[in-house]
């Protein structure tokens, strides 16, 4: 598989970056763009998102993939939440049924995951809550979660008064924690409080070694689909 980095500056303009999607949207040597988020604050990330072109889109974070991933019929469900959903389904975790806690509201993560799991279809038909920043008595919700995914963002946001004995938790966090002691000068931390957690639940996802790996898994399925509907379209 051919594939390009563009390690742009952080002061590139929005102008700069629309550019280089334009070309980017011409070139058929790709298939596939991947914006990595967050943008500088110079650049409106809903402008940049717009100009992908839509069957490029491996992110499924244009409108128009939004739209048919509420629809229920995406061309690309968006990569965590679709390695989320496999690493329930692969490990005997049917979300049908069962109540699923999403915290976190981002539109990368919270979002998409809660409209995939909501649909009526294989692997999906849970009974969703999402909660945010603004959620009163979030441990009184959390703790009625069959699975939980924390998609908050911060470390050890998800503590075992949290969650019921038995839950299964989908860790999505990728914090990173300065640690003079490794030799990137950090570590990565999830959103949960691994080890008080995992006395709680009957499965729970590591970071790193969980739902990273399994994005970027499910990005190269979008990758190869958008270059099949390059070759027969929709
Ligand atoms: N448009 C966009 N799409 C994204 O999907 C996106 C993004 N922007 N911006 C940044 C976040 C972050 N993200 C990660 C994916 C995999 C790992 C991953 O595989 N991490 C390894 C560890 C890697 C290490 O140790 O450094 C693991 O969890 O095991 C981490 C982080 C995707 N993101």
Known sequence: MFSEIFHLDETTT???????????????????????????????????????????????????????????????????????????????YDPAGKHVVVCGRSNIVGKPLATLLLQRRAGSNATVTVTHTRTANLAEITRQADILVAAIGQPRAITADMVKDGVVVIDVGVNRVDDSTR????????????????????????????????????LLVNTLTAARLSIHGR
């Open 14 to 92: 929005e102008a700069e970056l629309l550019d280089l999607i334009s070309s980017l949207n011409a070139d058929p040597r790709f298939h596939g763009i991947l914006v990595q988020l967050p943008l500088p604050p110079q650049i409106e990330e809903t402008v940049i998102i717009e100009a992908l072109d839509p069957i490029k889109d491996v992110d499924g974070l244009h409108p128009f993939n939004v739209g048919k991933l509420l629809q229920g019929v995406p061309d690309f469900i968006p990569a965590t939440p679709a390695g989320i959903q496999q690493i329930l389904l692969r490990n005997g």
């Open 183 to 218: 030799r990137r000068g950090y570590r990565l931390e999830g959103d949960v409080e691994f080890e008080a957690v995992s006395a709680k639940a009957e499965a729970i996802t590591p970071v790193p070694g969980g739902v990273g790996p399994m994005t970027i898994a499910m």
